[in-house]
C-alpha cells in the first residue's frame, strides 16, 4: 500500500495543479523553511515534475494522490477546514 500523502504535500499538489508555474515562483513561494522543502521532496517523490522550460506540473502520481482525475480538479480552498476542502476537490474530480 502507498504511504500516505502529508497535508502540507496535498496544500503543495493542490497550489502546483491550480495553473502553470514556472520554477522561480515555486522555489519563491515555498520557501519559507529550508528543512521543509515540499516541492523537492514532491519532484523526488514523483509527484510533479518540470518541463524544458521551467513549469511545473502534476504527474500521473500526483494527481492520483490528490484524488483527482486531472489538473483542473484540484482547486485550492484558502480560508477553509482543508478537509472540508480535499473532500470537495475529491467531489468535483469524480
Same mark, same amino acid.
Request: glycine share 8%.
Given at each position: ?5 502529508? =497535508? ?32 523537492? $521532496?514532491?519532484?523526488? $517523490?514523483?509527484?510533479?515534475?518540470? $518541463? ?5 506540473? =502534476? ?6 494522490? =490528490? ?28
Amino acid at each position: 500500500m502507498a504511504e500516505p500523502v502529508s =497535508l502540507i504535500m496535498l496544500q503543495f499538489l493542490a497550489w502546483a495543479a491550480e495553473r502553470p508555474r514556472r520554477r522561480a515562483d515555486v522555489r519563491e513561494a515555498w520557501r519559507s523553511c529550508p528543512r521543509i522543502s515540499v516541492w523537492e $521532496d514532491a519532484v523526488m $517523490d514523483g509527484l510533479v515534475a518540470f $518541463d524544458g522550460n521551467g513549469v511545473i506540473a =502534476l504527474t500521473e502520481r500526483g494527481r492520483a494522490a =490528490l484524488g483527482t482525475s486531472s489538473p483542473d480538479g484540484a482547486k485550492r480552498n484558502p480560508g477553509d477546514d482543508s478537509r472540508i476542502a480535499l473532500r470537495s476537490m475529491r467531489t468535483t474530480a469524480q
